[in-house]
Structure formats: structure tokens, C-alpha cells
């Protein structure tokens, strides 16, 4: 027991250390692919990031060129002269990302200048200003590399705390092979963010030129539209200037599904998950259905296991496929030399089996069985018969198929011990009973023969008293008296005959047994009783009529019995009359078919008399067993009586006479149906 419970208790564990696991496994993947995704998602946006990034310092690049090779194209012209004046005023007007443009001697001061229309002031740093660090810087530069060079950036302020960042560009002049001054240009980093560089950059990101340590020089772009920030930057390197240009992309995409593709992951992630849920429900309900099948198997099992009645399952060919053990018990063989035997079962008594072939057969052929079964004999293991109850029932598969027969047995040995029992205390007290009314009739019986044995005694003392003839006498006188003997001698045969007859009647009635069921005309049965009848109602003084029905077919029944039943029913009917007070003592034998139909398979006897009738009291107990009015009575009559009607299916009542008395009736079956009567 505790290792089941310990074999199961580790079947559970295992099973749900299985289930968690397959769960935390899908947990798992599901918040990695979300993870990987979103990570994707970012990578995807840094990248275009990225690459805007480098397009945009491309931009820069190929536009600062440009205006590299515009402005050396100033070059050829007089220096403030009205011509340069105008080609750098074009200039400016067309790049507004120049704030300036100035002609410097070697020494750094300002030759000529053309200012852009669009930054009207320059602030204090004038033109007088030569010696400006930054471009003093930036055209030593330009002057060692004989080529453009860029100044760092500085703060240029515009007044009211306002100020844009600017940075210049030194372009040494050679005139003739000598160095003849500088191009000093000025470039706004602001306006080379929103000139140089793509709008459909700047219109989605934030673009701005920083510091190395991170601080905005300029910027441009959209304003902050997501809540994740992407960052890329991108070195500008100048001829001496490095800038560094930044773009800040804002996403809106933290969140939990960041593409499309995250989004059917998960959604997939989740059906898997639910799949599994629904998988694990579907399991426990299998387990929980698997458990009370099991219960219920376990239940059924103990039930046949219980069960006294046998039983045993036949397929449509006839082969055993089920006993239980009360079948095996009753026959003694073991399930195994039962089961899948098609041919002359075991059980059957050797004897009897060609009968058993065609039952059996006749079942096989579909024939449907008795509902309230049949007797057989069956054998056991040792030889020994015994008798059994079948109750036989088709097997009905679930899907409504008929695929063989369940047979239940019963061993009736112990029944029919029972019924032989009590058939023979029965018949025991039946034979009391008529030895009872023998004993009753002695009385009746000395009253009879007194009569044929008075007029023997007569004869006979006539006889002798003929016999006693004097010597003298003629032969004519011995010849009448020979005659007189004789006729003496017939009469007392006659009479001992009738004396013979009067005992035989007793004799027969006391000692026949015969127990069969016969077809008896109504007249036998009454012929068989009245003498018995008429000698009680000589004694008592009783007239007895009797009325018999022409044309009647004999009753089946046991004869003996019933005369038994006539008699008693008579007995107590002239019993009843015997009272000085009735003067009228009739006996009223009837016999006809019972109810009005013709048809009727019923004969009705009814005995009736003039008697006192019956009263509420004796009425209550009249078929109890033993109860009686009389001093010398049995009290069994009247039970008897009912037990031997209703064994015969028939029916036994009473009723009050008219005028006086009672009226007993039973019906009997005819042997045959009525013929019919047209
Ligand atoms: P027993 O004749 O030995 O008394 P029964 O069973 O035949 O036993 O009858 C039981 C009682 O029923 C009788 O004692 C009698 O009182 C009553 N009884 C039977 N038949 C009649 C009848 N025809 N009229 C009146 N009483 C009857």
C-alpha cells in the first residue's frame, strides 16, 4: 500500500516537474523572441541611422568642395574691385551658409569684404580685427598646406545674450607663384546644417555639429517625438578642423510588439502557450475520466467478484469469452478451461449434450430466450448434476451491434431440496387430513354396514333354520327348501357385496396417491365422491341434489385432490345443517362452465347448503390453518382446499345462500379449450 502511494505520489511529481518545465521552456522562448525582436527592431533603426549619418557628412563634404571651388573662383578676380565685389555678393546671396567673405593681406587685414544680406551684423569682431586667433590660426595653416584650411569654431554673439557658432575657412592667395594674402570665409555651422544637409534628415531627426565632450555647437532638426533616444555621430574631418556631426533619431518603440514581426511571434507564442493550457486540461480530464473508468472498472469487478448468480458470455460463434468466478465456483472448473470453448462444453452432462447442441443452436440462429429463463442440469468438475435457472439476454455492444449472449445461472439444488420438502409435508398432511375424515367416517361407516350385515345375519339364520329339515321330508319340501337357500345364499352375497363395496369406497379414497394431472369428466369426479357423500347424508338426514351441466369437457387436474376437495367442501356443508332447528336439509351440487361466456376455459362446482351460515368472525379466519368451530374438527379442510384450487390455477370462493346458508364455489381449467359454438 505505502509503495502505491509512493509509486504514485512519484508519477505526479514527475509529471508536473514536466508540465513546469514545458511551461517555463515557452515562457522563456516567448520573452526572448520579444527580447531579440525589440532588439532587432532597435538595431534596424540605428543602422538607417547610421547610414544617414554618413550621408549627411557626405553632404557636408561634397557641399564644402563646392563652395571651395566657388570661392577659389574669386581668385581670378581683382580683389575689391567692383567685379569681386559682385561675384562674392552672388555668392553669398546664393550660399547662405556664408556669413562672409574677405580679402586679407599676408598680414591679416582686411582688403576688401562682402557681407551676407542674411547676417546684417557681424558684431564687434570687425574686419580690423586681424589678428583674430582663429584665423590667424587657419591661415597659418592653409599657408603651410598651400590649401584651404578651416579654423575651429567660436561663439560669434549677436546681442540680447543671442549668438551663432561660426567657423572660417583660410584660402591662401598666390599671385603669380607669391602668396599674395588669404580668402578668409566665414561659415555659419547653423545654416551648414540647414543648407548642406538633406531636409528629409532633418525633418526626422535631430542633426547637430558637437564638441568632442558631447557640447552642441548647432543644430537643427525635429523636436523630440518618441521616447527612446537612437544616437549616431560621425567625425567631419576638415583640413584643420575636425567636427563632430550627431544625429539623435527619437522612436516610439519600446513597447512590447515593436514590428510586425515580433507581433506574430508573440501572437504564435501565445496560441503555442494556449495550445499547451488546452493540452494540459485535455490531460487532466483524460486522467480524471481514465480514473473513474478505472473506479468503475474496479467497482464492476468487485460487484461480479461478489455475485452468487454465474455468468458467462457466448460471442456469436459460441465461444466463452467472460466467466466469473461465481460460475466457476458453481461448475469447479477454472476459467482457463472455460474460456474460448466453442465445442461440447465442460459443464455439460454427457447424457444431455445432443440437447444442449440444438439449444444452443437455436440461440446462435438468433432466437431470443424465455424472459424468465429456463431449467437445465449442468455437471461439475466431479461428475455430480445439479440443477440451474438460465436467464439468457442478448449482448448489445455500444454502437448497438449484437455480438453474443450473457447467460446468468443460478444453482436451484437448494430451491428444489426446499420445494420437495415441503411437497412431502404437504402431501403429509393431506394424508392427515384424509385420514382425518376416515377417521370421521368410522362412525359412518359401523352406521352403514350395519345394515348389509343385519340382513347376513338373517339370511344366514334363515338359511340355517331351512338346512335343519327333519328326515321325513319329501323331496318336493327339500327341493323348495334348497331353493329358499339359495336364494337366501344370493342375497348375502348380494349384501356383503354391498358391504365390500361401502369399505372399498374408504379404502380407495384413503390409499390412492396418484398424482398425475388428468383430463376427468366432472361426472367421474362427483361419482367417485357421492357415495362417500350419501353415506354421511343418510346419518344426518340430508337430501343431496345434484345438477350437472350437459355437454361438458373434461377438467385437468389432479382427481384425487379435487375429490378430496368435493368432499370436504360437502362435509362441512352437511356439518353446517346438522342443528336440530333446520328442518329443511338439502344438499345443492352444482356443475357448469363458469361465467356466461361459452367460451370460458373454466368448470364451476358450487356446493351449497341450508346451513347457518357464516359469520363475520369465523369468516376472517376461515382459510387460517387450524382454526375450527368444531370440538372434533381439524381446522385443516378449508386451507387444503385453497392450496389444491390454486395449485390447479383455479379459484376458491364462498357466499351467503338464499334463504338461508352458504354457497362454496371452485373452478377448475378444461383440459381442452371449449369448442366453439355457433
Ligand atoms: P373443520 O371442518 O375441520 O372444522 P375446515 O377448515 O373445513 O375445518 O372448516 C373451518 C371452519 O369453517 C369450520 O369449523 C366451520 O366453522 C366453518 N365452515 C366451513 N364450512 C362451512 C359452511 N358450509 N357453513 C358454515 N360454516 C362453515
Known amino acids: 500500500m505505502v509503495r502505491w502511494a509512493w509509486r504514485r505520489w512519484q508519477g505526479a511529481w514527475r509529471r508536473w516537474s514536466l508540465w513546469t518545465l514545458l511551461v517555463a521552456l515557452v515562457a522563456a522562448m516567448l520573452v526572448t523572441v520579444v527580447w531579440l525582436a525589440g532588439r532587432y527592431e532597435a538595431s534596424v533603426v540605428q543602422s538607417q541611422l547610421e547610414r544617414d549619418t554618413a550621408d549627411a557628412v557626405a553632404d557636408l563634404r561634397t557641399a564644402l568642395a563646392r563652395n571651395l571651388q566657388n570661392i577659389q573662383a574669386l581668385q581670378g578676380l581683382a580683389p575689391g574691385g567692383s567685379q569681386w565685389q559682385v561675384q562674392a555678393g552672388a555668392l553669398l546671396r546664393e550660399h547662405r551658409e556664408l556669413v562672409g567673405i574677405e580679402w586679407r593681406d599676408r598680414a591679416l587685414n582686411v582688403q576688401a569684404q562682402a557681407q551676407s544680406p542674411f547676417f546684417p551684423t557681424r558684431g564687434e569682431r570687425g574686419n580690423s580685427d586681424g589678428a583674430h586667433s582663429d584665423t590667424a ?18 561663439f560669434q554673439p549677436q546681442g540680447a545674450g543671442l549668438g551663432v557658432e561660426m567657423m572660417e575657412l583660410c584660402l591662401p592667395l598666390s599671385t603669380a607663384g607669391r602668396a599674395g594674402g588669404y580668402l578668409v570665409v566665414t561659415y555659419s555651422l547653423q545654416n551648414m546644417l540647414t543648407e548642406l544637409v538633406g531636409h528629409n534628415l532633418t525633418r526626422r531627426q535631430e542633426v547637430s555639429f558637437t564638441e568632442a565632450d558631447g557640447t552642441r555647437l548647432a543644430m537643427v532638426g525635429a523636436a523630440r517625438r518618441g521616447t527612446r533616444m537612437f544616437t549616431a555621430q560621425q567625425l567631419l574631418d576638415l583640413p584643420g578642423n575636425t567636427l563632430v556631426l550627431r544625429l539623435d533619431g527619437w522612436h516610439a518603440a519600446p513597447s512590447l ?85 466453442s465445442s461440447q462444453a465442460p459443464y455439460w452432462p454427457p447424457e444431455l449434450a445432443e440437447e ?15 424472459r424468465e429463463g429456463f431449467d437445465s442440469v449442468f455437471m461439475r468438475k466431479d461428475g455430480t448434476r445439479f440443477p440451474v435457472l438460465i436467464i439468457e439476454a442478448p449482448l448489445i455492444n455500444a454502437v448497438g451491434q449484437h455480438t453474443g449472449w450473457m447467460s446468468a445461472f443460478i444453482d436451484i439444488s437448494e430451491q428444489r431440496r426446499v420445494e420437495e420438502l415441503s411437497r412431502a409435508s404437504q402431501e403429509r398432511l393431506q394424508a392427515t387430513a384424509r385420514l382425518a375424515t376416515v377417521g370421521e367416517m368410522a362412525s359412518l361407516l359401523s352406521h352403514e354396514l350395519n345394515q348389509p350385515l343385519a340382513a347376513i345375519s338373517s339370511y344366514a339364520t334363515g338359511t340355517l333354520n331351512l338346512l335343519e329339515v327333519g328326515p321325513g321330508s319329501d323331496s318336493a319340501a327339500l327341493q323348495a327348501g334348497l331353493q329358499d337357500a339359495r336364494t337366501a345364499m344370493q342375497r348375502i352375497a348380494h349384501q356383503a357385496e354391498r358391504a365390500g363395496r361401502v369399505i372399498k369406497s374408504v379404502h380407495d379414497f ?12 366432472a361426472q367421474e369426479l362427483l361419482g367417485d365422491v357421492l357415495p362417500l357423500v350419501h353415506l354421511q347424508a343418510r346419518k344426518l338426514g340430508v337430501r343431496v341434489q345434484v345438477a350437472l351441466e350437459p355437454g361438458l369437457q373434461p377438467v385437468l387436474c389432479d382427481r384425487i385432490m379435487v375429490e378430496q376437495v368435493l368432499l370436504n367442501l360437502t362435509r362441512n356443508a352437511m356439518q353446517a345443517m346438522d342443528d336440530p332447528a333446520i328442518a329443511v336439509r338439502v344438499l345443492d351440487i352444482r356443475v357448469r362452465r363458469a361465467g356466461s361466456n361459452a367460451h370460458s376455459g373454466w368448470l364451476e362446482f358450487s356446493v351449497a347448503d341450508c346451513g347457518s351460515g357464516i359469520t363475520d368472525d369465523t369468516a376472517r379466519q376461515l382459510f387460517t390453518p387450524f382454526f375450527t368451530t368444531r370440538p372434533e374438527g381439524m381446522g385443516l379442510g378449508l386451507s387444503l382446499c385453497r392450496t389444491v384450487v390454486e395449485q390447479h390455477g383455479g379459484f376458491l370462493g364462498y357466499g351467503p345462500h338464499t334463504p338461508r346458508g352458504t354457497v362454496f364455489t371452485f373452478t377448475l381449467p378444461f383440459a381442452r379449450p371449449a369448442p366453439e359454438t355457433h
Open 137 to 154: 590660426l587657419a591661415c597659418a595653416n592653409a599657408g603651410r598646406l598651400s590649401g584651404a584650411a578651416y579654423s575651429s569654431s567660436y
Open 257 to 341: 510588439f515593436p514590428n510586425v514581426l515580433t507581433a506574430l511571434v508573440t501572437a504564435m507564442s501565445i496560441a503555442l502557450v494556449t495550445v499547451v493550457a488546452m493540452l494540459v486540461r485535455d490531460n487532466r480530464r483524460r486522467l480524471s475520466a481514465e480514473r473513474e473508468l478505472g473506479d468503475a472498472l474496479a467497482f464492476r469487478k468487485a460487484m461480479e467478484d461478489s455475485l452468487v448468480t454465474g455468468l458467462r458470455a457466448r460471442d456469436l460463434q459460441g465461444r466463452i469469452t467472460y466467466v466469473n468466478p461465481a460460475f466457476c465456483e458453481m461448475v469447479g472448473f477454472s476459467p482457463a478451461e472455460l474460456l474460448g470453448q
Open 356 to 370: 444442449y447442441w440444438h439449444r444452443q443452436a437455436v440461440r446462435l440462429a438468433g432466437t431470443a430466450p424465455p
Open 510 to 521: 384413503v390409499r390412492r396417491r396418484d398424482q398425475a394431472r388428468e383430463a376427468v369428466p
